[in-house]
């Protein structure tokens, strides 16, 4: 049975830092891109970081390049999402998805759309606000 367990959300000031994590089972998580997104009230949701099942290829989100990293932990069978230097405008539920399509716009890896996706995490709230 596959599952993502999304956990490392809550509350965070400006400037601030939060690690999410993604917790997989049921497949091998080295096969897999997996997508960090975030949907904000009233908003869509949007893809925020992705790592790529081959190659280790990485994309971001312009808003979020150079303050969020992703990286996947194949030992642990996790996907982390290093967040820093927060602002309210990250604020979201952030949700983790997994994939055996590596995507490409343009011969760039990115994010696929969310149809692309197998398997959804339930979501982690992160709030960020002084």
């Known amino acids: 049975q596959v599952q993502l367990v999304e956990s490392g959300g809550g509350l965070a000031q400006p400037g601030e830092s939060l690690r999410l994590s993604c917790v997989t089972s049921g497949f091998t998580l080295d096969h897999y891109h997996i997508g960090w997104f975030r949907q904000a009230p009233g908003k869509e949701r949007e893809g925020v970081a992705c790592?790529?099942?081959?190659?280790?290829?990485?994309y971001y989100l312009d808003s979020v390049k150079g303050r969020f990293t992703i990286s996947k932990d194949n030992t642990e069978n996790t996907v982390y999402l290093q967040m820093t230097a927060l602002k309210p405008e990250d604020t979201a539920i952030y949700f983790c998805?997994?994939?055996?399509?590596?995507?490409?716009?343009?011969?760039?890896?990115?994010?696929?759309?969310?149809?692309?996706?197998?398997?959804w995490g339930q979501g982690t709230q992160v709030t960020v606000s002084s």
């Open positions: 998805a997994a994939t055996q399509s590596d995507y490409y716009s343009s011969g760039t890896f990115t994010c696929a759309p969310e149809h692309i996706y197998d398997f």
């Open positions: 790592v790529s099942g081959v190659g280790r290829k990485t």
